[in-house]
């Protein structure tokens, strides 16, 4: 049977990928700083490691075939990004693992192409672009030294799976009990989403055809280029109301952002809600053939219930 361990299982991604990989039949190993699981996760077998701590993370993924890399720090202070890049790195190198990883549209910087490629040019303008890309550069290196074998996919922003913290449950979903769906940006402006429980299962349907991957793999996973006004008719429907617009108030968090290091780290990638942007499908279908992708109303129901909203809720909440 093949072994997947999951670094950062308790985060927003790897969660949804320890899950997808737990039903898809794999052996699969969670990695958080305390080895404790959520609920969904009782089918893997939780480990204890500090992704800093270089000899704990190339002990816990041990015998593993693949290692999926969900580690994130908090969104205020990527510092550490790289220095654990590293670390998984040598842990993949150590144990002879494939190294699996989300990447992001973040790398392509302001103005960003309004279609992009799997061979788009790399132009960060922030910081959070330019660790995304020092982080890619050393995927790719250990790569071409014949050290580890790394296939990136690259997604939009989350939404759906459990937990919170993704710009669909802080901003767009904030005021759904309300009647309320909150745009991000210019409401007829295409942006790139992902739902999660589509990219869990691509990340599977990789490891179901690894035998077809090179050793340093850049894939595009194109799942919904869609506006907020697309979004907010999906969610009407989902609700079976009409709901108010509104917009997220950015003039408030750019007037804030000098003393509130989340706000400014939010301002900082603010262009992407005012910049068109969408993935194009690449060499993803030729390895793994069907794509998982969920049709957009029953994507947006999923998201919906995940955050505890429902009709029903809404209703008596009106």
Not at 114 to 140: C, D, Y
Not at 160 to 182: H, M, P, Q
Request: with cysteine; glycine share 8%.
């Amino acid at each position: 049977m093949t072994k997947i361990t999951v670094l950062g299982a308790r985060g927003r991604i790897g969660r949804a990928v320890a899950k997808a990989f737990i039903d898809a039949g794999y052996e699969v190993r969670a990695v958080t700083r305390d080895g404790i699981l959520p609920d969904e996760l009782a089918g893997a077998t939780g480990i204890a490691a500090d992704a800093l701590d270089r000899n704990s993370l190339i002990e816990a993924t041990k015998g593993a075939d693949i290692v999926f890399n969900g580690l994130s720090p908090v969104y205020s202070d990527w510092s550490t990004c790289v220095p654990m890049a590293e670390n998984v790195m040598a842990a993949c190198a150590e144990n002879g693992a494939r190294h699996f990883f989300p990447g992001t549209v973040y790398n392509f910087g302001s103005p960003i192409p309004a279609i992009i490629t799997e061979e788009t040019p790399q132009n960060p303008t922030t910081a959070k672009g330019r660790i995304r890309v020092a982080m890619e550069e050393l995927f790719r290196h250990e790569a071409d030294t014949g050290r580890v074998r790394t296939t990136i996919l690259r997604a939009g922003d989350f939404f759906g799976g459990k937990g919170t913290g993704a710009w669909f449950d802080l901003v767009v979903a904030s005021k759904l009990e309300k009647g309320v769906y909150t745009a991000p940006g210019k409401v007829d402006l295409v942006h790139e989403w992902a739902y999660l429980p589509d990219l869990a299962a691509a990340f599977v349907r990789l490891a179901d055809n690894r035998d077809k991957l090179g050793v340093f793999e850049n894939l595009n996973f194109a799942d919904h280029a869609v506006t907020d006004l697309q979004m907010k008719a999906a969610a009407q429907s989902v609700l079976g109301e009409c709901l108010e617009l509104a917009s997220m108030p950015w003039w408030v968090l750019r007037l804030g952002s000098p003393f509130n290091p989340m706000w400014k780290a939010i301002v900082s990638m603010s262009y992407l809600r005012f910049e068109p942007h969408r993935l194009a499908p690449g060499r993803l279908a030729d390895i793994v053939g069907h794509i998982p992708h969920t049709p957009l109303e029953k994507a947006i129901a999923g998201a919906i219930a995940d955050l505890g909203i429902t009709p029903e809720k809404r209703k008596l909440a009106a």
